[in-house]
T-cell receptor, first 113, second 111 residues
Framework: SAVISQKPSRDICQRGTSLTIQCQVD?????MFWYRQQPGQSLTLIAT?????????ESGFVIDKFPISRPNLTFSTLTVSNMSPEDSSIYLC??????????FGPGTRLLVL | DAKTTQPTSMDCAEGRAANLPCNHS???????VYWYRQIHSQGPQYIIH???NNETNEMASLIITEDRKSSTLILPHATLRDTAVYYC????????????FGQGTTLQVKP
């Protein structure tokens, strides 16, 4: 398994500002993912972040709005840029371990006013 | 990845077995069935996965039909802490196989 931590655990932000969410894993992993869960909804995949290459974004998500960094095999950041109230969600980091099972972090709860 | 169909909600009495069904009639030969659950907006928790044989671990059992078009997750003795949204997902077992979540089944365990 993998132990995943995220910072911050929650935040309240003003519209028009940006927030960077950090994801730290206790072991080296090749693939990391970022998901969004809007209130009352299921999880939606934002992008896949592999170390050493640019992130691959899913339909409906763009790099200008959700820039991602992946500087090494244990860390990634997701930035939510120029936020609006519609960005209020839980943002989750996820990784695939060597055993091919995918694990999730505790999530970052974001409220945009 | 193949699509799955699950009931929107189910109830179960505490101490009884909870049987959660999932249909995945378009599953292909290299796709596995994964189950996750999400308790009260925490991060999803991995439960179990299987290809075609029945699987059991400390959390649950997974029964996959012979034609692989459906499966059932069994929680043998449900407790109040098992109240959660349960997701059945079909995924290729490769580094590129992404987990795509549907709406899941909300299981309510009642005293």
């Amino acid at each position: 398994s993998a132990v995943i931590s995220q910072k911050p655990s929650r935040d309240i932000c003003q519209r028009g500002t940006s927030l960077t969410i950090q994801c730290q894993v206790d072991s080296q992993v090749t693939m990391m993912f970022w998901y969004r869960q809007q209130p009352g909804q299921s999880l939606t995949l934002i992008a896949t972040a592999n170390q050493g290459s640019e992130a691959t974004y899913e339909s409906g998500f763009v790099i200008d709005k959700f820039p991602i960094s992946r500087p090494n095999l244990t860390f990634s950041t997701l930035t939510v840029s120029n936020m609006s109230p519609e960005d209020s969600s839980i943002y989750l980091c996820s990784v695939i371990t060597g055993g091919k099972t995918q694990y999730f972090g505790p999530g970052t709860r974001l409220l945009v006013l | 990845d193949a699509k799955t169909t699950q009931p929107t909600s189910m109830d179960c009495a505490e101490g009884r077995a909870a049987n959660l069904p999932c249909n995945h009639s378009t599953i292909s030969g290299n796709e596995y069935v994964y189950w996750y659950r999400q308790i009260h907006s925490q991060g999803p928790q991995y439960i179990i996965h299987g290809l075609k044989n029945n699987e059991t671990n400390e959390m649950a059992s997974l029964i996959i039909t012979e034609d692989r078009k459906s499966s059932t997750l069994i929680l043998p003795h449900a407790t109040l802490r098992d109240t959660a949204v349960y997701y059945c997902i079909v995924r290729q077992l490769s580094n590129t196989g992404k987990l795509i979540f549907g709406q899941g089944t909300t299981l309510q365990v009642k005293p």
